[in-house]
């Protein structure tokens, strides 16, 4: 499957802003009152929210490998069609 330039530097950019966006969020998990119970030991709000970044994190991780991937590739075809008209 080929993708297109846009695709893929939209696919990049999610990857890019989700680590910006979790990175926060998890920030902010780590400061909140919601997150830790009296004697200092996580609560499951913690948990359920540490769970989320995770897997945002790693999805996150996926779709930007995967736009980066296709902006390599769309990159290399260009430069094989150049050569070709060369």
Do not use: Q, Y
């Not at 991780?61 to 902006?71: A, E, L, S, Y």
């Amino acid at each position: 499957m080929r993708m297109s330039r846009g695709t893929s530097f939209f696919l990049l950019a999610f990857g890019v802003w989700s680590w910006i966006i979790w990175i926060t969020f998890a920030r902010n998990l780590w400061a909140s009152d919601n997150a830790w119970n009296s004697d200092g030991s996580p609560t499951s709000f913690f948990f359920v929210h540490a769970a989320l970044t995770v897997v945002s994190f790693v999805l996150g991780t996926v779709i930007g490998i995967i736009g980066w991937r296709g902006w390599r590739a769309t990159r290399t075809t260009a430069s094989r069609r150049e050569s070709e008209f060369s």
